[in-house]
């Protein structure tokens, strides 16, 4: 179609005709006279439709792609991601103590590998945890037997041994006549042997019922507890001929529990005695340092 004329300038330009809009492309012929030139119209309707079509091509591809992209990851989920997730599911269920828990066997085969290791793992910690159980109401029976074994004989073990006190109270009370010094301090040193078999006794009953050892800690009057110890062992080593000797050290009252103290000096002292050679000695001799004190059995 006819086009208006041009100027003698090569270049770009757009036009309005009736035909509509159009783009007027010109370029010159170098060398080829006087009026030679290429001239190209491009109608910008055309290149609009074009370029819509182009959009809608592009956009309906998007649509497509997007589809698909979201069917494969619903598919991917289905297939890989959902069976993970109910295998971590059990794992957090057996975690929680739901020893029964079991993971479906579903997925990929590396899925259910793993779901049959786990089921495998779960199996034995069930079987275990049964067994653990059965093994701890055994101990626990055990142990209430203990403490009703212990409780009948503690008192099975007091009774007579209030009547061995009351007796040794009564004739320290010469109430059938009177004692001299050695009886006395004979019988002294039972009711004090009686008095500690009584407190270990006791000891014993406590240790049943909480389950733990307390130490009762208290003022203490060292000498004394020193020779009711020596006492305990003083028949033995009158047998050997074994000198018997406590010294205190000047040392009067500590803080310590009477009890455990002197039990352990009784079995010091009944081990000194039993493999010291007749005609030996032995001593318990005591002293205090900057923040404690200390005793100690020689034989």
Known sequence: QSLPAVSGVSGRRELNLEQGQYLDFV????????????????SLAVLHRQTRQTLLIMGGLSLVFIALGATLAFLLHSAM???????????RSLE??????????????ELRELAAAFNGMAAVIERRTRELRQVNAELAAANRAKAEFLAMIGHELKTPLHSVRGYCQLLLEELDG??????????EAVLAAGNHLLALIDNILKFTASGSEVLHLRSVHLPSLLQQAANHVLPFSHRKDIQLSVDAGGVEHVHADETKLKQVLINLLHNAVKYTPRGGRVEVVAGRGERDFWVQVND
């Open 27 to 42: 370029r010159w012929l170098p060398g080829g006279g006087e009026g030679s030139f290429v001239r190209l119209g491009i």
């Open 81 to 91: 991601l959902r069976p993970l997730e109910r295998v971590v599911a059990s794992i």
């Open 96 to 109: 929680a103590g739901q020893w029964e828990t079991r993971a479906p066997l579903e997925g990929s085969r």
């Open 178 to 187: 009177p004692l001299t010094r050695e009886q006395r301090e004979d019988i």
